[in-house]
């Protein structure tokens, strides 16, 4: 694609353009922008490369060679990176007049590519930076067989159609607005609001039914507790510091040492375990531009987070419980789905590696006796202990990341943590750090991309909307309104003076439940005429039992 690029745009320098989950993309920077009509265009050149044949050739040269044979094609961004590599050497690959900085393993030749595609134009900062340039990216995949490609599109079109952005603008949940409030934080609307507090409503009272205890902690704390941690050390650049009356401060990117001073606040026993604090904590991180999406990946959002305080005995239990306790709520949410990954000691960390090792078994043990499939990420931890994530899969088959749970013995040590043991000595506690739902902002993002914003019952925002057919049925309206919502029920009344057809086709949009339709007849009869968004037209029927469909089969029951 790069040589198609420079093929067509001669003046276009290279950025970098890796592989990803989902295929690959390159990074340009160019007068001209690329438009998703030039599409095509590009394209024709690649199949004419790969038509070509053209024999892929590695070659291993010394870092001063690369730069001058870089610096001949004038493409400076990748005499920063050969600046950046490590070693005396550096790989490049060659396919007829085109070269290119790559590691690779490469195909034999550009005849291998069986079925590509591109797909989409972006923009992207140079490293995610907002003040390097913006270069333009654009966006591809590739599969061995067409089949697979056109499964892949299909898949595509039906993600473009769920996609939260689109759909929570859509159906009023929520906005972003860059220049007024800064990239990365979230605008709830009132039906975003609604379903964000049904949400946490839900998982707050699941907490306090398995022993959890409520806790806030602060916004911003002083410097010198994330100095204590770690996290200024091996977190700092992620976090917003500031200074006021000559003391710093950071706005908290987690919640754990807050849960931490709660925990230390007073003298604990060994009887007084495991210890469970929980909170819905708002945490702010300071996220490169380039990655921001969404809900998926913001600068401000609330955890369902909680810190497990236990002994060594009670370990594995209280990971067997979090494991529990999220497949319980995934399930109650709609998914069904999930895959289980283990992260072990990143290069940099803290603490003993005895604690590591015995950590790291612990979660393993714990998998096994569950039976549950997993596969280890080599170095991807948390600075301070080994973890288990837990990615559910959408109705697509996407994987999203939400719950963790994280053994930790650094930080009880870290900060003086002890509880008094049955023999009267002084013990360190172990602590897990642990999420169920993770960031709420995600799970609402990936919640709506699954149900494509069509929400079960229990989550609509809007359970039924009431649409009087003229003015005259406007009182009729509001009765049965309070009616519905003295059993419980979130209703709207559209009284709107717009036409019928009008108000259906609108509450269809915004995916609401159920509609309800009042007319003169309806009226006079006592009735109401019900459209269901699953099931179609309901036709007239008493109050009553309309509230009797409902308690059959669209309201969650709660365990």
């Not at 340009?28 to 050739?57: H, Q, T, Y």
């Not at 607005?177 to 839900?202: C, F, N, Q, W």
Request: glycine content about 8%.
């Amino acid at each position: 694609m790069a040589d198609a690029v420079k093929q067509l745009y001669p003046k276009a320098k290279l950025g970098i353009g890796p592989a990803i989950d989902d295929g690959f993309y390159y990074d340009f920077d160019m007068a001209e922008p690329i438009k998703p009509e030039d599409l095509p265009k590009i394209e024709e050149v690649m199949k004419k490369i790969i038509k070509e044949n053209r024999e892929f050739v590695r070659q291993e040269v010394s870092k001063k060679q690369a730069l001058s044979v870089f610096e001949k094609l004038g493409e400076n961004y990748k005499l920063e990176l050969i600046d950046r590599l490590k070693g005396p050497k550096v790989s490049v690959y060659r396919h007829g007049n085109f070269v290119d900085l790559c590691k690779g393993p490469h195909l034999k030749s550009t005849g291998e590519v069986k079925a590509f595609k591109l797909l989409s134009v972006a923009g992207a900062y140079w490293h995610g930076i907002e003040t390097n340039p913006m270069l333009q990216r654009i966006y591809g995949t590739a599969f061995e067989r067409k089949e697979d490609l056109q499964n892949f599109l299909k898949m595509t079109e039906e993600a473009k159609k769920r996609d939260h952005r689109t759909l929570g603008k859509k159906l009023k949940l929520f906005s972003f607005d860059s220049e007024m409030m800064g990239a990365g934080l979230v605008l709830y609307h009132p039906k975003g609001a609604v379903l964000r507090t049904i949400i946490e409503d839900y998982i707050r009272k699941e907490h306090i039914k398995r022993g959890y205890q409520l806790v806030i902690s602060p916004h911003i704390l002083k410097s010198n507790i994330w100095v204590r941690s770690g996290h200024y050390e091996y977190y700092k650049e992620n976090m917003y510091i500031f200074e006021i009356e000559g003391q710093e401060f950071a706005v908290k990117p987690m919640n754990c040492p807050g849960h931490i001073l709660v925990y230390r606040s007073t003298k604990r026993s060994y009887k007084d375990l495991p210890l469970r604090f929980f909170e819905l904590g708002s945490v702010y991180r300071h996220e490169k531009s380039g990655v921001l999406h969404g809900l998926l990946r913001v600068r401000g959002f609330t955890q369902d987070d909680a810190h497990i305080f236990c002994l060594r005995e009670q370990l594995e239990e209280e990971i067997a419980n979090v494991i529990d306790f999220t497949t319980e709520t995934l399930e109650v949410f709609g998914f069904r789905e999930y895959v289980v990954e283990l992260s072990t000691r990143p290069k940099k960390s803290i603490g003993a590696d005895k604690d590591w090792e015995e950590a790291t078994t612990a979660l393993q043990n714990v998998l096994k006796a569950k039976k549950i499939p997993y596969k280890i990420n080599e170095g991807d931890g948390a600075f301070y202990g080994p973890k288990i994530d837990i990615k559910l899969k959408d109705a697509l088959g996407r994987q999203w990341q939400c719950a963790t749970v994280q053994c930790d013995f650094a930080l009880p040590e870290r900060f003086g943590l002890r509880y008094t043991g049955k023999d009267g000595n002084e013990r360190k506690p172990i602590m897990l750090h642990r999420v169920i739902l993770g960031s709420i902002e995600r799970f609402i993002g990936a919640l709506t991309e699954h149900y494509g914003g069509d929400f079960p019952f229990w989550l609509a925002p809007v359970q039924a909307c009431i649409i009087p057919i003229t003015t005259k049925e406007n009182d009729y309206a509001e009765k049965i309104r309070a009616v519905l919502e003295k059993n419980g029920l979130r209703v709207i009344v559209n009284i709107r003076n717009e036409k019928m057809q009008k108000k259906i086709r609108e509450g269809e949009i915004e995916k609401i439940p159920y509609l309800i339709i009042i007319g003169e007849r309806e009226e006079k009869e006592g009735r109401v005429s019900v459209r269901s968004r699953s099931a179609g037209n309901l036709g007239g029927m008493g109050v009553k039992d309309f509230l009797n469909i409902i308690e059959g089969g669209a309201i969650r029951k709660s365990s």
